[in-house]
């Protein structure tokens, strides 16, 4: 008997807030640095502070979603830069009362709810289904 897999990698846009958070931790790295030179290196504390900071932050602005399908288990892992991937959330379909888009008619009777919680892992492109 085999088993049932599918598999759908989808990258999740570019927003202004992750342009922010990447380049204005680039230019405060670089500005830190060269204060340190002119001012006092006291400051290279500060600039290798950032430089930590852009290691750790920057990969988390390149995100992508992986949607696995296997045997009525689905998974969804985040991968941060192509090398880092993390697992977000797992179902099992069997269980789940309902499955469809957050803007369904379908979901009309879910959306007066005040305690669901809606979980994003799309591409943030309203235009993609």
């Known amino acids: 008997m085999s088993d049932l897999y599918s598999e759908l990698l989808v990258k999740r846009e570019h927003t202004i807030k992750d342009s922010l958070v990447k380049?204005?931790?680039?230019?405060?790295?670089?500005?830190?640095?060269?204060?340190?030179l002119i001012i006092t290196p006291?400051?290279?504390i500060v600039a290798v502070a950032f430089g930590i900071a852009c290691y750790f932050?920057?990969?988390?602005?390149?995100?992508?979603?992986?949607?696995l399908f296997i045997n009525g288990d689905f998974d969804i892992d985040m991968v941060m830069a192509k090398t880092?991937?993390?697992?977000?959330?797992?179902?099992?379909?069997s269980e789940a009362d309902l499955a469809a888009?957050?803007?369904?008619?379908r979901?009309?009777?879910?959306?007066?709810?005040q305690?669901?919680?809606?979980?994003?892992?799309?591409?943030?492109?309203?235009?993609?289904?």
């Not at 880092?84 to 379909?93: G, H, I, M, Q, Y």
């Not at 888009?101 to 008619?105: A, E, G, K, R, V």
């Open 42 to 44: 006291l400051i290279w």
């Open 23 to 36: 380049y204005g931790l680039i230019v405060l790295t670089a500005i830190a640095v060269i204060a340190g």
């Open 84 to 93: 880092k991937r993390k697992r977000v959330k797992s179902f099992k379909l």
């Open 107 to 113: 979901m009309d009777y879910y959306n007066g709810n």
């Open 115 to 129: 305690k669901m919680k809606v979980l994003d892992f799309s591409s943030g492109n309203s235009e993609h289904k």
């Open 57 to 67: 932050v920057i990969p988390k602005t390149d995100v992508e979603y992986e949607y």
């Open 101 to 105: 888009p957050l803007n369904s008619h």
